[in-house]
C-alpha cells in the first residue's frame, strides 16, 4: 500500500514564475491536508480539503496561493508569482474518511524560489 | 485557539541514556494530542497519539507519552536512547470534533552521540 505520494520533490522557481505542487492521497483516504515548514519553524497548517471542496483555508495567505482536490487526480497547491519568502517544504497529508486525526504525512516539496 | 510550546529546541544525550523531550499545549477545548519524528529531509512520522482513556501512550520504537491534563502538558519519553534516534520530534495538537488541523510546536531536536 502506497503511502502519500508528493511531487516533485524539489523545485526550483525564479521570483514571479508559477509554482504547482502535487499530493497523491493514500489509497481509500479522501481527506487532505497542506502544511508549510519554514526554516527554524514547525509545520503551519495551510487548507484543508475532501474531494472536490475546500473544508478550511484559514491558514492559506490570502493572495497567490491556491488549492484544489478534484475528483479524479492528485490535490494541487498552486503559488502564483512566487517571491523569495515562498521557498520552504510543503507537507501533504492525507486521512480516512472520519479519522481525520489520523494524519499521514508524504515526503514533502522542498520549493525554491531564486 | 490552540497552541503548542517545545521547551526545548536541542536535547543532546548519549546513547543509551534515557530523553524526555518536553511539551506543553494550551487550548480552551479538549484535544487530541500527537508527537511526530522527522528525520533529515524526509517527512513526518507519526510516532504516538492520545485520543482518550489511558493517559500512558506507547508509541513506536519504544517511545512513550503521558498525558497530564492538570498540567497541560504531553512530554515524551525513552528509557535508552539509539544513535538512529537522533531527528527533530514535534509535538502537535488537533481539536476534538472541531477543524481536523494539527498546530504543531517548534520542534525539539534530539542529537544521540556515541
Known amino acids: 500500500n502506497a503511502g502519500v505520494m508528493q511531487n516533485p520533490r524539489h523545485l526550483v522557481r525564479r521570483r514571479g514564475q508559477e509554482a504547482r505542487l502535487r499530493c497523491s492521497p493514500m489509497?481509500?483516504?479522501?481527506?487532505v491536508y497542506w502544511y508549510r515548514q519554514l526554516p527554524e519553524e514547525g509545520l503551519k497548517f495551510m487548507v484543508y480539503l475532501q474531494k472536490e471542496n475546500i473544508i478550511d483555508e484559514s491558514g492559506m495567505p490570502k493572495e497567490r496561493f491556491s488549492a484544489e482536490f478534484p475528483k479524479e487526480g492528485p490535490s494541487i497547491l498552486r503559488i502564483q508569482q512566487v517571491v523569495r519568502g515562498d521557498s520552504a517544504a510543503y507537507f501533504c497529508?492525507?486521512?480516512?474518511?472520519?479519522?481525520?486525526?489520523?494524519?499521514?504525512f508524504g515526503p514533502g516539496t522542498r520549493l525554491t524560489v531564486t | 485557539a490552540q497552541s503548542v510550546t517545545q521547551l526545548d529546541s536541542q536535547v543532546p544525550v548519549f546513547e543509551e541514556a534515557p530523553v524526555e523531550l518536553r511539551c506543553n499545549y494550551s487550548?480552551?477545548?479538549?484535544?487530541?494530542l500527537f508527537w511526530y519524528v522527522q528525520y533529515p529531509n524526509q517527512g513526518l512520522q507519526l510516532l504516538l497519539k492520545y485520543l482518550s482513556g489511558s493517559t500512558l501512550v506507547k508509541g513506536i520504537n519504544g517511545f512513550e507519552a503521558e498525558f497530564n491534563k492538570s498540567q497541560t502538558s504531553f512530554h515524551l519519553r525513552k528509557p535508552s536512547v539509539h544513535i538512529s534516534d537522533t531527528a527533530e520530534y514535534f509535538c502537535?495538537?488537533?481539536?476534538?470534533?472541531?477543524?481536523?488541523?494539527?498546530?504543531f510546536g517548534k520542534g525539539t531536536k534530539l542529537t544521540v552521540n556515541p
Open positions: 502537535a495538537v488537533s481539536e476534538k470534533g472541531g477543524s481536523e488541523k494539527l498546530v
Open positions: 497529508a492525507s486521512s480516512p474518511q472520519g479519522r481525520a486525526y489520523e494524519q499521514y
Open positions: 487550548s480552551s477545548v479538549s484535544v487530541y
Open positions: 489509497k481509500g483516504h479522501s481527506h
